[in-house]
């Protein structure tokens, strides 16, 4: 029985991909998963900017298409079957409407620490969980690179 799994990407947040992938890539192996690649374009509204036009929609698209494939590319190369969709709308609701689309098994996606206005509004990970009928694994960031580079003594001295 074949599997998909639907990966909603925010092509800003690159760190996480590792972290993404490394739980995208056990599962898919275990399973021979087709694997989505999403990109959401947040919709604009034309009355907050007027001077956003199709064209600058459309180039952004374009934009996501060629990064989702660099990303598939690296993270997922020719052993994984996978493929790349962008689309525009609104970010939570487009993710579950997506993983309806194809039919997914599971949405793999990451989160990050909240900030004020996570807090305030809701993270687009915890909007998708709450609305979505597919399960969903939600992948923390790994700790940063910096942090984790530090030398032996020099985390001692910093953990008191």
Aim: aromatic content about 6%; proline content about 3%; cysteine-free.
């Amino acid at each position: 029985m074949s599997q998909t799994i639907l990966v909603p990407l925010d092509l800003n947040q690159d760190a996480v991909f590792e972290s993404v992938f490394e739980n995208v890539n056990r599962v898919a192996a275990n399973t021979g998963a087709t694997i989505i690649l999403l990109s959401v374009i947040p919709q604009i509204d034309a009355g907050d900017f007027p001077y956003v036009g199709t064209d600058y929609v459309k180039k952004l698209g374009e934009t996501a298409h060629a990064q989702l494939e660099r990303v598939g590319q690296q993270y997922l190369g020719e052993q994984t079957n996978w493929q790349v969709d962008v689309r525009v709308g609104p970010v939570a609701r487009t993710i579950v409407r997506r993983a309806d689309h194809f039919g997914a098994d599971l949405i793999v996606m990451a989160s990050h620490n909240p900030k004020f206005w996570d807090v305030l509004l809701g993270s687009i990970a915890s909007q998708v969980v709450k609305h979505s009928q597919h399960s969903v694994l939600v992948v923390r960031q790994k700790r940063d690179a910096h942090a984790a580079d530090i030398h032996d003594e020099s985390r001692d001295a910093l953990s008191g």
